[in-house]
């Protein structure tokens, strides 16, 4: 099988964007005893469980935001986070590497 498009890692990222949280979603209802699992604790129902795994979630995906804003403007104290448009009109290969990246 022959493909001329290269791997996208986009793809395999957004696929991952959808199923990890939908596999610990799911990790509340497959853990009751009642779906083959080990059970869940003495008053927790498979409603409860799927809310504090929802709620992981979304804490970790804010603290996730939380501290890549943090670091990009701390990083972008220290350095330029975007070329300027002259060096982006010029060619980031020429500007930055000092060579062209295609010879047109």
């Not at 804010?62 to 701390?74: D, F, G, N």
């Not at 009109?89 to 500007?95: M, Q, R, S």
Request: hydrophobic share 50%.
């Amino acid at each position: 099988m022959k493909s001329q498009q290269p791997a996208s890692p986009t793809r395999g990222r957004a696929r991952a964007l959808l199923w990890a949280p939908l596999g610990l979603l799911l990790t509340a209802v497959f853990s009751a005893s009642s779906f083959g699992g080990l059970g869940l604790d003495a008053g927790v129902s498979i409603g409860g469980q799927f809310g504090i795994q929802l709620l992981g979630i979304v804490v970790t995906m804010a603290w996730c935001a939380a501290a890549s804003i943090v670091l990009l403007k701390v990083i972008a104290i220290i350095v330029p986070l975007r070329v300027s448009a002259e060096e982006e009109n010029e060619g980031l290969d020429l500007v930055l590497h000092e060579e062209r990246g295609y010879n047109i």
